[in-house]
């Protein structure tokens, strides 16, 4: 597996060198923090210690670290493993060999067997600039998909330090997806604090809801900005948690709304997209919908922010979104 | 033998006959199942059963306990019958392998008493076992793990990931069981495993081939293997489709032996007429 530098892994919506306050390897402090608390917290890697932000724990607790080497399949049955022991593990790989690579290890040693394993999965969607083979765009689909497993799409600093300590506490397989380095603040530690299968209403306006998970989530945020500006008030609904879907949030938005945009950093088939009609589908929901995703492509190299424009992840492309599922609402309620 | 291996230990053939026994009355109940491997099994689930793990079959969960992880999930039939006959689930129970809702499936998950693991997804079992050793290392326990895996299952790149890892990490406590039948399921091996205790060694294991259809050299390979202490151990046990029974054994090597309805009996009377 190649390493990739850490530093500018996280676009958020902005340039790359904006300067937003960021918290340094939030997922590091939550592991080590637990930890200490908790001797049944191990941790393993696939030579990919120093770049998932797992090294912290390693050198903390040296004698509950395990680094396989490039052996995600391995990495995957010595976790489950331990945790037949009786530990709680957390396996740390990119998200691509994770999901790709170890999907059947994963699927029959975590979640039919219900091992208490978390696998923490970095360079999400188009969050590393090196390239398709390295970009996760398909993990939350193939987690998604696998029954008993929880998946979870941090969208910032503090969520991801939140969503590691709910991923302990909870007994069970979690897949959960790794915001790494120097990981921007985009949530007020005042709001509401990230709870397992809940999600967070971050801004209200009556026009349209915005869904959004992980990264996206910023850019939402600047989009429902920009939509203010122009008259268009925008919710946006902060799903972190993907499974399970929080389907009475997303009730409430829709009726409140009447058009709804998803937004996430990843394929529009399998994951948050697919999530929500799922969801609408099965509470009766009927209002326009829009999609912000890779539409059935691979990333490519390039800056964050060529990438975010490139394939349709900028917020301009989230607002525009919005727009259109606002000008679908009359051609709907005239149905 | 110490104290806490099961009181009922006693003669390993006999064991391992009666492991037979159940395996062809399962099957035959079913109209099928993994004859031919449950046989050629026989003889290392006795001398795993009943003369090396450490076990209290009822208590299937104590901590101490030695782990058995059965990679070849498709084996279920003759560990089902092997726990059986320790005591670990009913007999009676042996009757519904294979029925709709029953917990004894086909091939083998974790749901079932004395069952650590779910198999049948090669190339998963050594780096569970290996995993579980470094757990019982890692809380104070001294507790040793075994996995059966098959010399198809060797194909698998996982297999040499996990052998890999243990061999780096001198995981002491386990101990591998290589079933060479040099059958898989379309046909006789398709890609050459030999020589499979040479290639352990240079991974960093200590290995060493027995008979696998001899419980006696099957003791004396795992007596050596115990003796090693400072790295994992892998015996590689070259046994017989459908040993015991020659009705199986003639048939063409199949993964999967056919056996019609009316050969069951003969089956049966072979099994009694082999000494």
């Given at each position: 597996m190649t390493a990739v530098g850490r530093g500018r892994t996280l676009a958020m919506g902005v340039s790359e060198d904006a300067a937003v306050p960021t918290v340094d390897a939030p997922f590091a402090r939550a592991l080590v923090d637990v930890a200490s608390a908790r001797p049944d917290v191990v941790g393993l890697s696939a030579d990919l210690a120093r770049y998932t932000d797992i090294e912290p724990f390693a050198k903390r607790f040296p004698e509950r670290f395990v680094n396989v080497g490039m052996a995600e399949q391995n990495l995957v049955c010595v976790a489950a493993g331990l945790a037949k022991a009786g530990f709680t593990p957390v396996a740390t790989t990119y998200a691509v060999f994770a999901t790709r690579r170890a999907y059947d290890f994963i699927a029959i040693q975590c979640a039919l067997e219900g091992a208490n394993v978390k696998i923490v999965a970095g360079l999400p969607g188009l969050t590393t600039g090196y390239g398709a083979t390295h970009q996760g765009i398909d993990d939350l689909a193939h987690m998604r998909v696998m029954p008993n497993m929880v998946v979870i799409d941090p969208c910032d600093a503090i969520d991801m330090e939140q969503a590691t300590y709910a991923a302990l506490a909870y007994d069970g397989p979690v897949y959960l997806r790794l915001l790494r380095g120097a990981v921007p603040v985009v949530l007020d530690r005042s709001g509401p604090a990230f709870e397992l299968g809940r999600a967070a209403l971050l801004r209200e306006g009556e026009d349209v809801g915005i869904v959004a998970s992980g990264t996206m989530v910023a850019r939402a945020l600047a989009a429902a900005d920009e939509l203010a500006a122009s008259g268009v008030r925008a919710?946006?609904?902060k799903m972190s948690t993907l499974k399970p879907y929080d389907a009475s949030a997303l009730r409430e938005l829709a009726s409140g709304t009447?058009?709804?945009?998803?937004?996430?950093?990843?394929?529009?088939v399998g994951g948050l997209f697919s999530a929500t009609l799922e969801s609408m589908a099965r509470s009766g929901v009927s209002v326009p919908v829009e999609a912000v995703g890779l539409d059935d492509e691979f990333g490519t190299c390039g800056s964050l922010d060529y990438l975010a424009v490139r394939h349709g992840l900028s917020a301009a492309h989230v607002a525009d979104a919005a727009r259109r599922a606002v000008a679908s609402k009359s051609r709907w309620s005239g149905r | 033998m110490t104290a806490t291996q099961p009181e009922v230990?006693?003669?390993?053939?006999?064991r391992a006959k009666q492991i037979r026994r159940k395996v062809l009355a399962m099957a035959s109940g079913r109209g099928?199942?993994?004859?031919?491997?449950?046989?050629?099994?026989a003889d290392v689930l006795a001398v795993l059963y009943f003369h090396e793990m450490r076990l209290r079959p009822d208590d299937p969960q104590w901590p101490d306990r030695d782990r058995f992880v059965l990679s070849t999930g498709h084996y279920s039939i003759a560990l089902f019958a092997a726990l059986a006959e320790a005591g670990v689930i009913a007999e009676s129970e042996l009757a519904s392998y294979g029925d709709d809702g029953s917990r004894l499936e086909m091939s083998s998950m974790s749901t079932t008493p004395g069952v650590e693991v779910t198999g049948g997804s090669l190339g998963h079992g050594l780096g569970i076992a290996a995993g579980i050793a470094l757990g019982g290392a890692l809380s104070g326990r001294d507790y040793r793990v075994f996995n059966l895996l098959s010399d198809g299952e060797l194909q698998e790149g996982s297999t040499w990931e996990a052998a890999m890892f243990a061999g780096d990490r001198r995981i002491a406590r386990l101990t591998a069981l290589v079933d060479v039948n040099r059958t898989q399921a379309d046909g006789d091996l398709v890609l050459e495993v030999e020589p499979v205790t040479s290639k352990f060694e240079s991974f960093g294991w200590w290995a060493t081939d027995a008979d696998g259809n001899d419980p006696d050299a099957l003791v004396a390979a795992l007596d050596a293997a115990r003796a090693v202490g400072d790295r994992p151990t892998v015996v590689v046990c070259h046994t017989r489709l459908g040993f015991g029974v020659p009705l199986v054994m003639e048939r063409?090597?199949?993964?999967?032996?056919?056996v019609a309805d009316d050969e069951w009996a003969v089956a049966r009377r072979q099994l009694e007429e082999l000494a």
């Open positions: 919710s946006v609904l009447g058009a709804l945009v998803t937004a996430e950093n990843h394929a529009v | 230990a006693g003669p390993l053939h006999a099928q199942g993994y004859v031919g491997q449950g046989l050629a099994i063409e090597r199949a993964h999967f032996v056919r």
